[in-house]
């Protein structure tokens, strides 16, 4: 039996098979969840009113902490509903809804951490020329594109999931309404939307990550190339913090898009699934403010000490 109608909702399994576990993990979603709102809210705050961070790096890196609030907002509330009772029901506009901002998000933040790159690109290989590459101008009109790039691909992919002929039960095996478990919730044939998250993937994962490797290749040998200890650790400072948090968002990207199917695999991508969208936006601000001098030094100006004498 499939149900060729939209479904009045449905249930997210997410990690009901592990009731033990469902408790822990509220207790750790919460606390992510509320250290992701403290710490990019404070680099929005840190981006805006401090003038020394009003550069195209703290402008990209702005963009990328209001993205991860929206990003945790989206599925976080639902999420804690789910892991902490018995009801783990979403309506079908609450799961419509969902899908299409985490489809847009997701997009952008692939765009956006490429973005990022060819900034710290220009600014190790270019550095005498950066202020004339990347000017604001260009800045608001990449952050731009990277937006728009994710509201377009929620456009396309967003409505052919959705038309799926779903299975009657409609239990959905994982804690959010994504492409992978909707498709897989299908009892009609999948081959086009398979298709489709196969094309996006490699143009939306496989190809900026490919350019941000090539970035991060051409930084290499451009700081080979310098005989200086003191340079080195300089671009070590500059690159170090965005490569982490492309290391970390793409390695959960991959696991949960790109992984083969078998039972072993899907439920390995739902701990993946559950890092994508908790652990990199809780993570990504730490990794900023604590590897980051002038982030800190603002963070003392704010509070009224002398951040340029603190080091640390």
């Not at 990003?71 to 783990?88: A, D, E, I, R, Y």
């Not at 039960?169 to 909707?182: A, G, M, N, T, W």
Request: glycine share 4%; with cysteine; aromatic share 10%.
């Amino acid at each position: 039996m499939v149900n060729h109608s939209s479904p009045a909702g449905f249930l997210l399994l997410g990690f009901s098979e592990h009731p033990h576990l469902e408790k822990i993990l509220f207790v750790v979603v919460l606390c992510s969840y509320l250290l992701t709102l403290l710490g990019n809210t404070l680099i929005l705050l840190l981006s805006t009113l401090d003038p020394r961070l009003h550069s195209p790096m703290y402008f990209f890196l702005s963009n990328l902490s209001f993205l991860d609030l929206c990003f945790t907002t989206t599925c976080v509330p639902q999420m804690l509903v789910n892991l902490w009772g018995p009801t783990k029901t979403i309506s079908f506009l609450g799961c419509s809804v969902q899908l299409f901002i985490f489809l847009s998000l997701g997009t952008t933040e692939c765009i956006l951490l490429t973005v990022m790159a060819f900034d710290r690109y220009v600014a190790v290989c270019q550095p005498l020329h950066y202020a004339t590459i990347i000017h604001p101008r260009l800045c608001w009109k990449l952050a731009a594109v990277a937006w728009m790039m994710g509201l377009l691909q929620s456009i396309i992919q967003t409505p052919p999931t959705l038309r799926l002929p779903f299975c009657p039960h409609r239990q959905i095996d994982d804690f959010l309404c994504e492409v992978p478990s909707l498709i897989r919730l299908s009892c009609g044939d999948t081959t086009f939307n398979e298709i489709q998250l196969a094309v996006s993937s490699v143009i939306l994962v496989v190809v900026p990550l490919s350019l941000i490797l090539v970035s991060y290749g051409a930084i290499t040998r451009a700081v080979l190339r310098i005989n200086s200890a003191e340079a080195w650790k300089k671009a070590f400072g500059t690159c170090s913090s965005h490569l982490i948090v492309v290391t970390l968002f793409y390695s959960s990207v991959i696991a949960v898009y790109l992984q083969p199917k078998n039972p072993y695999a899907q439920e390995r991508g739902k701990f993946f699934g559950l890092f994508y969208a908790v652990g990199t936006p809780t993570l990504n601000p730490l990794i900023y403010t604590l590897r980051n001098k002038e982030v800190k030094r603002a963070l003392w100006r704010l509070l009224g000490k002398n951040g340029d004498s603190k080091n640390t």
